[in-house]
Nanobody
Framework: QVQLVESGGGSVQPGGSLRLSCTAP????????MGWYRQGPGKQRDLVAR????????DYADSVKGRFTISRDNAKNTVYLQMNNLKPEDTDVYYC?????????????WGEGTQVTVSS
């Protein structure tokens, strides 16, 4: 079973920053796009940011553009989400995702989630 290990969640005041990290097995990390999703109670899981395996393309939800930055360190098999100027509406459980689309199948793996709480 593939394990994606997340860390870095926590509680912060509005305007503060957090950095999430997610480490994947090398065999997965090297050829999967990596992303971060978030989900609140009773809500669907929504894309926050994603980055291609090469690191050359990134995509962000409109609500986080200019505040969040996704990056990956292929030497450490780790993807990061730097979150700045956090707002209360960013409060959610954040999930790491690894995804590879082939002509025959979609391979997808999820972490267990890490809680981010933004509150004064």
């Amino acid at each position: 079973q593939v394990q994606l290990v997340e860390s870095g969640g926590g509680s912060v005041q509005p305007g503060g920053s957090l950095r999430l990290s997610c480490t994947a097995p090398g065999s997965i990390f090297v050829n999967h796009a990596m992303g971060w999703y978030r989900q609140g109670p009773g809500k669907q899981r929504d894309l926050v940011a994603r980055i291609r395996s090469s690191g050359g393309f990134t995509d962000y939800a409109d609500s986080v553009k200019g505040r969040f930055t996704i990056s990956r360190d292929n030497a450490k098999n780790t993807v990061y989400l730097q979150m700045n100027n956090l707002k209360p509406e960013d409060t959610d459980v954040y999930y790491c995702n690894a995804r590879q689309v082939t002509s025959a199948y979609i391979y997808e793996y999820w972490g267990e989630g890490t809680q981010v709480t933004v509150s004064s």
